[in-house]
Nanobody, 115 residues
Framework: QVQLVESGGGLVQTGGSLRLSCSTS????????MSWYRQAPGTERELVAS????????SYADSVKGRFTISRDNNKNSLYLQMDSLKPEDTAVYYC????????WGQGTQVTVSL
């Protein structure tokens, strides 16, 4: 049974930080490109960041470059997103996504950034 469980979301003030985690099981984690997506109310899901299977290459949406850092631990089958200098426009539900021979989504974790 494939599981992707996000945690670490919450309410934070503008300029603050949060670290999201995604704990996975049920698939071969180190064979999957991992990503974080987000979706704010009334908008489409947006790709925030991705990391290759070995963690050697990372890519970011322009809106988060320099503020967010994606990382993974293949020994722990886990994905992370360090979010610094948070802005109100970062408010969204954040999803962990695994892409390989199949695509798996987590259930999401809410991040709310207040003024």
């Amino acid at each position: 049974q494939v599981q992707l469980v996000e945690s670490g979301g919450g309410l934070v003030q503008t300029g603050g930080s949060l670290r999201l985690s995604c704990s996975t099981s049920g698939f071969t984690f180190n064979r999957y490109i991992m990503s974080w997506y987000r979706q704010a109310p009334g908008t489409e899901r947006e790709l925030v960041a991705s990391i290759t299977t070995g963690g050697d290459r990372r890519s970011y949406a322009d809106s988060v470059k320099g503020r967010f850092t994606i990382s993974r631990d293949n020994n722990k089958n886990s994905l992370y997103l360090q979010m610094d200098s948070l802005k109100p426009e970062d408010t969204a539900v954040y999803y962990c996504v695994a892409a390989g021979v199949a695509v798996y989504w987590g259930q999401g974790t809410q991040v709310t950034v207040s003024l």
